[in-house]
């Protein structure tokens, strides 16, 4: 008989996610209008990762002031596949997160990281 592990797996400390995370900016984003305004939006506004900005790893997110502000429609259709939700939208999600990190009072917070937004 095969004996299967069932306990809990490890999880990581969250001490390397935690220089990316930026709650005041994810909030911040929350109260802007959808990214894809003036269209069928839908539920409430959620700051989405825009996962192919780069910085991703095993266990771990973008930073967060690589998101953009979605409602939950446009989110959920992100996910379906970021590349096509470009197309179908003519937009470049890495430059509008970077537009928006720019944009953000919460900037300041990430000055010190090596390649993120000024």
Request: with cysteine; proline share 5%.
């Amino acid at each position: 008989m095969m004996r299967v592990d069932i306990r809990p797996r490890h999880r990581n400390s969250g001490k390397a996610d935690a220089e990316r995370r930026f709650p005041t900016h994810v909030q911040w984003l929350r109260g802007r209008p959808c990214l894809i305004a003036g269209t069928d939006c839908d539920g409430r506004m959620e700051a989405a990762h825009v996962d192919h900005a780069g910085g991703k790893g095993t266990s771990l997110k973008v930073a967060d002031y690589k998101a953009v502000p979605l409602c939950q429609h446009h989110h959920a259709e992100l996910h379906r596949g970021a590349k096509t939700f470009e197309a179908a939208h003519k937009i470049d999600l890495v430059a509008a997160a970077r537009a928006y990190a720019a944009k953000s009072p919460h900037r300041g917070r990430w000055a010190d990281i090596e390649g993120a937004p000024r």
